[in-house]
């Protein structure tokens, strides 16, 4: 095990300025997390907010992070800092100490990143921090095993996270020419998801004019169902506010604007030189509000001295995860996390047919009176109760399966015929249904 | 008894009715008469296209044979109204070099520049359906309506060209067919309802015609007196009734007559907290609806075809050449505050189309859903005074050539 240490005591290194506005500690795991951590460097993150966690010690020792902490080989199972061992959380919880935000960034669907990513994310929770995962997925021709093993990686790391962010390395696909090398292809996700991690770390840090809240972003991108989708695009010249639009509409993780109109929820983070301008602003949101009218928008601007003539836009869209498979296996994983915040603890059920914000829902009123009965018997009832839930939670999972099939059935007379397709709107579907209007 | 030629029929075959209607043209040429209208419910036809060939050509033959013996005449030959989402127009333009050594601008010089307007990049299986001409240009100077014999270099003509999938136009023009009926022309439903309703003042200051018929909606806007833009939107009263019948969980002939019966395109205060009991034919109670949810779903969908209408006309500039303002026909035109909430949507005066420039049945004429069909009538009178007009000119100068020989 090698450390190099150099300032174990508390204050510890922060990015952004340091005038009271949150700080962050960014944890790469693994070979893309490293990847990532050193794009971040070249585009000026300064190397002591980084703790880079990596089994390779070869590839640890050429990194510019300052903490770095290796990672026992898989032959080594067991040895110091296994999964099960102690120590490691212990350390990251110190390594935390002195930030609000942990960022994990990972490749999921490899080894370390997949196993070491939610740990980190655990630790940093039990310390009491803010903690959001930055991942990328492996692309469809890495095979089956790894993307089972992404997925579950992924669901642990829900589990346990605030958020997450995830970006599908297949979308890189259509960035992409023809003939990119691979080095190159990985280059442009690693360099992608630098991006939005510089974004969203500039919308929690630059004490923005417009604050973006803790608790909207976490709305945003928290949330078991939630899988957000972003994209960031940065532009200068006289004409940018229209041009970074463009770009970001352009990005291919939108699927040309689809996502923004499927959207929950969107949340757009604006940042200019001192010289940006409000009609600026406003031209940008103008025209993002275009693209997803009924849903809604959380907005932030700063101002970043470093900015000059530029122009960066940041967009973060949660959607609705797609139906079947993966909502059990997420079902039975939060239910082991037995540490999560009570709104995690809502049955899935709940969550997919009530929207994020009215989760947070206060405690009944009445409270029934405990039954009178020995230590022995509550305890057994108690474990018959968890039983139940457990199995509950299961069958709610397939419940919400029938749920979505009525939405299918909805189109009524018009099922068989050809569907009126305005704007990536379906208008055979009620507008009553697509706007979202309860009849109550 | 009455002279065959003289006898103009539209027909429209809707997707909740098929519609017939019978003009007569007088004798002198100078107006024209609706002697008949034959209807029959539609049960072939989604979206204004037909889905069942047999049932549709059922419901035509009896369109045609009530309208016949309304208007006491034989139906040899009908102007087709046809709709779908598969229709698009835009606005091309065509030039054509005047060669001719005095550059004079013949007829022939004007067929041939609306020839080259129409020569554009269609999908292999489109056709032209209609080419309908805008003004002339002659040598840059624009605004000219009839170019024939003027002097000048070069022609250019503005066209509105509306195509279509081909085999989904034959569909329709195969089953009037296929009951021994002419077709003598195919004209767009939305183009068909703008001629009844709109007068030439209308057309002239900028109006817009939506005909809100069940399957679709179709729409045209003239400015300056010609088409300046059409549109289809396959959404219309059916989407509504379905609408209903999925939000308050009713069957969908039981949604048709609820959205008949308390349907209305706008909230108002006193349907608050209305219910309204559906009995069985014994006055048994089955069921209560929410009057406001009703009207809500009601009123959010019919808003939204507005919407999309209004939207697509800013797209095209002309919303603010709608100075005549907006005319409703179709089944949809029936919605009780149907005007008010357009009004709300486009912000110009909307008004409910009466057909004003054909005389006849009163009956027929004022009800909207009956525009396009007298549309059709009217654009085959168009079509029959230009033909009569021919025939007269030949005649004239065959007369004027053997009188001097």
Request: glycine share 10%; charged share 25%.
């Amino acid at each position: 095990m090698t450390t190099q240490n150099q300032n174990e005591a508390v204050p510890h290194p922060i990015v952004g300025p340091a005038n009271g506005s949150a700080r962050t500690r960014i944890f790469a795991v693994g070979r893309a997390g490293a990847a990532v951590a050193g794009e971040l460097m070249r585009g000026g993150f300064a190397p002591d907010s980084f703790v880079l966690l990596n089994r390779n010690a070869a590839a640890l020792a050429q990194s510019a992070a300052t903490e770095k902490i290796s990672l026992p080989a898989a032959r080594q199972r067991g040895a110091a800092l296994g999964r099960g061992s102690t120590e490691l959380p212990s350390r990251i919880k110190k390594l935390c100490a002195g930030a609000d935000w942990v960022f994990v960034v990972a490749g999921l669907g490899g080894r370390t990143g997949t196993e070491f990513a939610p740990l980190v994310a655990k630790a940093a929770k039990e310390a009491g921090l803010v903690a959001l995962g930055f991942v990328t997925l492996p692309f469809d021709c890495e095979g089956s095993l790894r993307r089972e093993k992404a997925r579950t990686g992924l669901e642990a790391l829900k589990a346990v996270a605030d958020g997450v962010v995830c970006l599908p390395n297949q979308k890189v696909c259509k960035l992409i020419e023809e003939n990119t090398s691979l080095l190159d292809t990985f280059k442009v996700s690693n360099g992608l998801l630098a991006d939005v991690l510089r974004g969203v770390s500039r919308m929690v840090m630059s004490g923005g004019l417009i604050d973006i809240h803790l608790t909207d972003l976490c709305m945003l991108i928290g949330g078991q169902q939630a899988e957000s989708a972003f994209a960031a695009a940065e532009v200068s010249g006289p004409n940018r506010s229209c041009e970074v639009v463009e770009k970001l509409l352009a990005h291919p993780m939108l699927d040309g604007g689809q996502v923004l109109r499927e959207a929950e929820a969107v949340l757009v983070s604006v940042v200019g030189g001192r010289d940006l301008a409000m009609a600026e602003v406003n031209r940008v949101m103008e025209q993002v509000n275009q693209h997803c009218e009924n849903v809604p928008v959380v907005m932030g601007a700063a101002v970043d001295e470093s900015f000059a003539d530029r122009l960066a836009v940041t967009l973060l869209a949660s959607r609705r995860r797609s139906p079947a498979g993966p909502a059990l296996e997420s079902a039975e994983v939060s239910s082991e996390g037995s540490d999560l915040p009570s709104r995690r603890c809502e049955t899935d059920l709940e969550s997919q047919l009530l929207s994020p914000t009215t989760t947070l829902r206060p405690h009944s009123r009445m409270v029934a009176p405990p039954p009178e009965m020995s230590q022995d018997g509550m305890q057994r009832l108690l474990a018959q109760q968890n039983g139940a839930t457990g199995r509950r939670r299961k069958g709610s999972a397939k419940l919400r399966q029938a749920q979505l099939q009525l939405e299918i059935v909805s189109k009524g007379r018009f099922d068989k015929s050809e569907p009126t397709i305005h704007k990536g709107e379906d208008l055979d579907l009620p507008t009553y249904i697509r706007r979202g209007v309860v009849l109550n | 008894m009455f002279d065959p030629s003289s006898i103009i029929v539209g027909l429209e075959i809707g997707t909740s009715k098929v519609c017939a209607a019978v003009g007569e043209l007088n004798p002198d040429m100078s107006g024209l008469n609706v002697i008949g209208v034959g209807q029959a419910r539609s049960r072939g036809v989604r979206k204004g296209e037909i889905v069942d060939a047999q049932l549709a050509e059922e419901d035509v033959r009896n369109a045609v044979v009530e309208a016949e013996q309304m208007a006491d005449v034989e139906i040899r030959s009908v102007f087709l109204g046809v709709t779908g989402s598969h229709l698009r127009g835009f606005n091309n333009r065509g030039v054509h070099p005047v060669v001719s050594a005095d550059r004079e601008i013949t007829e022939e010089d004007v067929q041939d520049a609306v020839k080259n307007a129409k020569v554009i990049n269609l999908p292999a299986q489109n056709r032209i359906l209609h080419a309908i001409r805008q003004h002339f240009y002659v040598d840059g100077q624009g605004g000219i309506a009839n170019p024939a014999g003027m002097l000048g270099a070069r022609l250019e003509v503005d066209v509105h060209v509306m195509h279509g999938n081909e085999n989904r136009l034959k569909n329709s023009i195969r089953t009037v067919k296929g009951l021994q009926l002419e077709v003598d022309d195919v004209v767009f439903n939305g183009v068909a309802s703008s001629l009844a309703l709109l007068t030439n003042e209308a057309k002239e200051i900028g109006a817009l015609v939506i005909d809100l018929g069940a399957g679709t909606t179709d729409y045209t806007v003239y400015t300056e007196g010609v088409i300046k833009h059409t549109g289809v939107l396959a959404v219309g009263g059916d989407h509504v009734t379905n609408d209903l019948a999925y939000g308050l969980k009713v069957p969908l002939s039981r949604a048709e007559q609820l959205k008949i019966e308390h349907g209305s395109a706008l909230l108002d205060d006193d349907c608050k907290g209305r219910t309204i009991t559906i009995s069985n034919e014994l006055g048994l109670p089955l069921k209560t609806v929410n009057l406001e949810h009703l009207r809500r779903i009601m009123s959010l969908r019919v808003e939204e075809i507005f919407q999309v209408v209004a939207e697509d006309v800013q797209q095209a500039g002309l919303s603010d050449y709608l100075r005549a303002g907006v005319f409703l026909s179709g089944g949809g035109a029936r919605i009780p505050e149907v005007a008010r909430l357009a009004e709300q949507v486009f912000q110009t005066p909307v008004s409910i189309g009466k057909t004003n420039s054909v005389s006849g049945l009163k009956c027929a004429l004022d009800q909207p859903e009956f525009a396009t069909a007298i549309g059709l009538v009217k654009f085959g009178s168009f079509k029959h005074k230009s033909r009569a007009a021919k025939v007269n000119f030949i005649k004239d100068t065959l007369g004027q050539l053997f009188r001097r020989g």
